[in-house]
Structures are given as C-alpha cells and as structure tokens.
C-alpha cells in the first residue's frame, strides 16, 4: 500500500470515475478552480465537501484521507452466563428463604445482591455503548 497525500488521492479517484475537474464542480456547485486547488494541496475541501466527494467517486471518506477503516467487531461479553447464574442463584435462595435461619438468610440475599449489581451495572455500560455505537457509526 502506498502512501500519498490527501490531493493526489483527489486527483486519482477523480480520474477513476473518468470525470473532469469541471463536471466534479458542477456535481458540488463550486467552481472548476476550487476543485483544482484542492487536488493541487493549494486548499482542502470542507468535511461536507469531502462527504460529497466521497459519494461522487463511489468510495468511503476513511479512503480519501488515506486512514484505516475502523472494526466494527463487538467485544465478546459474559453478560450472558452471568446473567443466567445471578437469577438461578436468586430464585433458590428465593424458594428456600423463609425455611433458613435469619443468618444464611441474610448470606443468601448478600451474594445475590454482590453478584446482581455488577451483572447490572455491566448490563448497562454494554447498553450504553452500543447506543454510542449507533449514534457514531
């Protein structure tokens, strides 16, 4: 992979997509010259423009300034797992509550809480991330 500037990336997906500087200002309602000062390094595009050039050469803004797409892999989570052992845990402590001594009673209530509230708390870190993810991406 070779590494070249901003305006020779211009120039280059202009060229590809067989368009002239001119038929390119007219698509962006700007002028031949502007177009050319932007593929000469005189000047950059705005980053509404660079969207819109992106859309006219049919390629990503990540391509035309030269940077690495980002992942959109998910992080693997145990939300899950975790989840499933803190309610197993609740529900029989829950139906073997009220035949304990008030002592393993209070044990009980104790690890289930211990074990709910980072199983929520990560429930909702996950939920917020993902919703940063939507709004960003």
Excluded at 11 to 23: F, G, P, S, V, W
Excluded at 35 to 48: A, M
Excluded at 106 to 112: I, R
Aim: with cysteine; aromatic share 8%; charged share 15%.
């Amino acid at each position: 992979m070779t590494h070249t500037a901003f305006n020779q990336r211009l120039q280059q997906r202009r060229k590809a997509r067989c368009l002239t500087q001119q038929e390119v200002a007219d698509q962006l309602f700007v002028s031949r010259k502007t177009v050319s000062s932007w593929e000469t390094g005189r000047n950059l595009p705005d980053l509404f423009m660079i969207q819109r050039l992106a859309a006219i050469y049919r390629t990503s803004v990540d391509d035309l300034l030269g940077t690495a797409a980002r992942s959109v892999t998910r992080p693997v989570t145990m939300l899950g797992p975790a989840l499933i052992l803190s309610i197993l845990l609740v529900s029989a402590a829950w139906n073997n509550l009220f035949a304990m001594d008030f002592g393993l009673q209070l044990v009980y209530l104790l690890t289930a809480v211990v074990l709910i509230i980072p199983v929520a708390t990560a429930g909702g870190t996950w939920y917020r991330r993902q919703r940063n993810q939507q709004v960003r991406g």
